[in-house]
C-alpha cells in the first residue's frame, strides 16, 4: 500500500508531449517549443531557487520588524517602515542579530538562524523587502500589482481570506469533493503583516480539512519548510505535476507569482491532474487566465467576488475564480 501510494504521488516533469494542443499553440507565439521546453524548464527552476531565498529573507525582515520575541521596542508595520534601516528598525536588526546566535527554543528564530544574518545582510534584505512593500503601496492598478508579484520573493503565507474563497468556491460546486490537492498550501511563518507569536501553523490546510473533513486532501509545495511541515510534496507547478488525479485543485495566493510562460505550463500541469469534471480554484483576476483556462479544456465557470475584510475603507474584496475541467 505505501508503494502503490509513493507511486501514485510520483513527480512527473512537464514534457511538450503531455501540453494540451491548444496551450502548445500559446507556447509557441511566445516563442517555447518542443525543442526549447526543457531549457525553459532550467530557467525557470533556476530563476525560482532565487525567489524562495528571497522569500524566506523577505519573512525574516517581516519577522524581525513585528516580532516582540527578542526585543523590547514597538512592532514596526513593515509597509509604514523607513526605506533605510534607521531608528527603531536599526535596533531591531542589531537585536536580532544577536537573538539568531542563541536562538534558543523559537522555532523561527531556530530556522532564520540558519541563514547569513550578519548585521550588514539583514541591512541588505531589509532594503529589498521594503522597497518591494513601498513600490506596491504606490501602484494604482491591479495588473501593475499583479506584475511586481512575478519578480518578488515566493511567499509561504496563505494570505487572508483562505477560508471565504473556499467557502464561496464549495457553493457552486454543489457537491463534496473526494480527492483534494492543495498546491501551496503555506505556512503560517511571518507574514506581511498581522505577525502573531502563536505557533506557525499551515491556515489553508487546515481551513480544507475542516471544510472538507471526508475528503482525501493531498499537497504541494515548491517550499522544503512547508513540504516539511504539511508532508507535502515538493513541486513548483510550472514545470511538474502529480500521478494523480483530483475532483478539486486549489491554488490560492500562487498563479499571481507566475509569469506568462509559468502560468501557461502551470495550466498545462493542472489540467493534467484534474479528473473529469473537476473543478480547478484560484484567485487570479488576470484576463490571461480566462484563456489559457479555454485552450487547456477547462473554461471559467464562475467569478465570485469575496469580501475578505468588510471594515477597511475601501473593502478588501478577493475573487473566487473556478474553472471546470471538459
Known amino acids: 500500500m505505501t508503494v502503490m501510494l509513493a507511486l501514485m504521488l510520483a513527480v512527473h516533469a512537464i514534457t511538450w508531449d503531455s501540453i494540451p494542443e491548444g496551450l502548445q499553440a500559446l507556447l509557441s507565439r511566445i516563442g517555447v517549443s518542443g525543442g526549447s521546453l526543457p531549457a525553459a524548464v532550467r530557467s525557470i527552476e533556476d530563476r525560482n531557487r532565487e525567489r524562495l531565498r528571497a522569500g524566506e529573507y523577505d519573512h525574516m525582515i517581516f519577522y524581525l520588524l513585528q516580532s516582540r520575541a527578542f526585543t523590547r521596542t514597538q512592532p514596526i508595520e513593515p509597509a509604514r517602515a523607513p526605506a533605510e534601516p534607521t531608528g527603531d528598525a536599526a535596533a531591531r536588526i542589531k537585536e536580532f542579530s544577536a537573538a539568531l546566535a542563541e536562538p534558543n527554543g523559537n522555532a523561527r528564530l531556530r530556522y532564520f538562524a540558519g541563514f547569513p544574518h550578519s548585521e550588514e545582510t539583514l541591512r541588505t534584505e531589509y532594503r529589498r523587502a521594503i522597497a518591494f512593500l513601498h513600490g506596491k503601496e504606490r501602484e494604482d492598478s491591479a495588473r501593475?500589482?499583479?506584475?511586481?508579484?512575478?519578480?518578488?520573493?515566493?511567499?509561504s503565507d496563505a494570505g487572508p481570506g483562505t477560508g471565504l474563497l473556499l467557502e464561496a468556491a464549495l457553493a457552486r460546486i454543489g457537491r463534496p469533493a473526494e480527492r483534494v490537492l492543495i498546491i501551496g498550501p503555506g505556512m503560517d511563518w511571518a507574514p506581511r503583516t498581522g505577525f502573531k507569536e502563536t505557533e506557525p501553523r499551515s491556515i489553508q490546510w487546515d481551513?480544507?480539512?475542516?471544510?472538507?473533513?471526508?475528503?482525501?486532501?493531498?499537497?504541494?509545495?515548491?517550499?522544503?519548510?512547508?513540504v516539511e511541515a504539511v508532508g507535502a510534496r515538493q513541486l513548483n507547478i510550472a514545470t511538474a505535476r502529480l500521478g494523480k488525479r483530483y475532483d478539486l485543485i486549489i491554488a490560492t495566493n500562487v498563479?499571481?507569482?507566475?509569469?506568462?510562460?509559468?502560468?501557461?505550463?502551470?495550466?498545462s500541469n493542472?489540467?493534467?491532474?484534474?479528473?473529469?469534471?473537476?473543478?480547478?480554484?484560484?484567485?487570479?483576476?488576470?484576463?490571461?487566465?480566462?484563456?489559457?483556462?479555454?485552450?487547456?479544456?477547462?473554461p471559467v465557470r464562475h467569478v465570485v467576488p469575496v469580501k475578505i475584510d468588510a471594515v477597511r475603507r475601501p473593502p478588501l474584496v478577493d475573487r473566487a475564480v473556478l474553472h471546470r475541467a471538459e
Open 144 to 155: 501593475e500589482i499583479a506584475g511586481l508579484y512575478q519578480h518578488r520573493g515566493l511567499s
Open 270 to 298: 493542472i489540467r493534467n491532474m484534474l479528473a473529469p469534471g473537476g473543478w480547478f480554484l484560484h484567485n487570479d483576476s488576470r484576463f490571461e487566465v480566462r484563456v489559457f483556462g479555454q485552450a487547456a479544456g477547462m
Open 255 to 267: 498563479l499571481l507569482y507566475l509569469d506568462q510562460t509559468e502560468l501557461l505550463l502551470a495550466w
Open 207 to 226: 481551513e480544507v480539512r475542516r471544510r472538507l473533513p471526508q475528503a482525501r486532501v493531498d499537497a504541494a509545495d515548491v517550499n522544503p519548510r512547508v
